[in-house]
């Protein structure tokens, strides 16, 4: 009898560490799919006849499916199921990958990468409430989660290499294309693997904030993608920002009467998860703008062409893996509020570090201290913050914590991308009279000091709040 249930308990934990295998190569795929047409833009401009608004739409359109519609699709998947929903994103996002490596014309890989978007909303929140309820223990899921963000951090890494090899080497199209192995294999083999969950009580979904909750993410994304690319004076971002703040008091009135709300206003006010999706929202935004203003300061101002400004950054990937191999290591050792302060304060000291990268600087000397620092903090970060962010979730609501801090995530790098690479603009802009290089230079440097004070001030909103914030029973200390 005792090898039987000995047996059974070994398949059961093979199992799991089967899907988490299968999940986390789909988020690769998801996450890959973020930057991955950065540098194979040129390529499809040309081939497909793109204007310039048009082009950035390439982009754009995925983030605003994916950011706009996280949160309908988080609860949907704890209504209807996590594994039905995870496995129709990741084939929908397989079939809009075919469309994408197909087209023909600009607005068929628009289209295409709008519904890759709607399939990574549908599938990532869902992928993560999935391993949140198949490793319950706090030290077993804190492995799990550092596994997770280390895979998706290579996938947001690698998306550079990978879209300049293949572009280089074969076509753009490949960039989609490679997308269906990944796939096919996960929707043939997690229905053998995980068993599907959901809300353990009926539930119906609540249509009205269903509604006016993604209408105010996708206004508010909207109007930060527009941002980004003219002013925030310019009517056709500011409209939808003022859109964005009216639908979500709408949301809010609407939600704290309704009987079944989308998104519980207890949900949101639990102390120990608000300060861990706050925090999320200043790194994300310091983030995604030092990727972004990383990319072009190595390709305008160093030289780097463009696979060799992605082959740059595999330091930064192994960087994010040893961070993530740490993390779980510094909870256990330091409890969660030291450990995320120290990660979050060394995040900075690598932003500040990368801020003072000149022109006439070598990689090893000026591109990789840098780099390695960030690095490193950032993946003591974030298997910590989603464990925090995700405390106290249960079967009834794990795919809504997941929806919310994948939301925080976007909504924090879209605020970050726009106002820092906003401001490094201004500041260029105001020193061009002393020359051209230095004032780009310059412009990098204060974006990026910016983005480290947003992290510090991260840091100080855990060390003053998070102590305070109690976790339920079986929570990591803080």
Known sequence: MTSVSTTAGADAVGRRGAALVVLCFVQFMLVLDDNVVSVALPSMRDDLGFGTAGLAWVVNAYFLAFGGLLLLFGRMADLLGRRRVFLTGVALFGAASLVCGLAQEPWQLVAGRFVQGAGSAMASPAALALIALLFTGSAERARAFGIWGGIAALGGTMGLVISGALTGLASWRWIFLINLPVALTAVVLLPRLVPESRAGRAARLDVPGAVLGTGALVALVYGLLRAGESSWGDATAAGPLVLAVVLAVAFVAVEARAAEPLVPLSFLSFRFRAVANGATLLFSAAMYAMAFLLMV???????????????????????????????????????????????????????LLLSGVAPDDGYASGVLPGMLVTSIGCGLSLPALTVAALTGTTEENAGLGSA???????????????????????????????????????????????????????????????????????????
Do not use: C, K
């Open 297 to 351: 300061h190595l390709q305008t101002l160093l030289g780097y062409r463009p696979l060799a400004a992605g082959l740059a950054y595999l330091p930064y990937g192994a960087g994010i893996l040893a961070g993530m191999w740490l993390s779980s290591r510094a909870v256990a050792r330091l409890g969660m509020r030291p450990a995320l302060v120290m990660s979050f304060l060394i995040t900075a000291a690598g932003l």
């Open 404 to 478: 919310v801090l994948s939301s925080v995530q976007q909504i924090g790098g879209a605020v970050g991308v726009a106002v820092l690479v906003a401001l490094a603009t201004r500041r260029r802009d105001g020193l061009s009279v002393e020359g051209s290089q230095y004032a780009a230079t310059e412009g990098f440097s204060f974006a990026l000091v910016v983005a480290a004070v947003l992290v510090a001030l991260g840091a100080a909103v855990i060390a003053a709040s998070l102590g305070r914030a109690r976790p339920p029973e079986g929570a990591p200390e803080v």
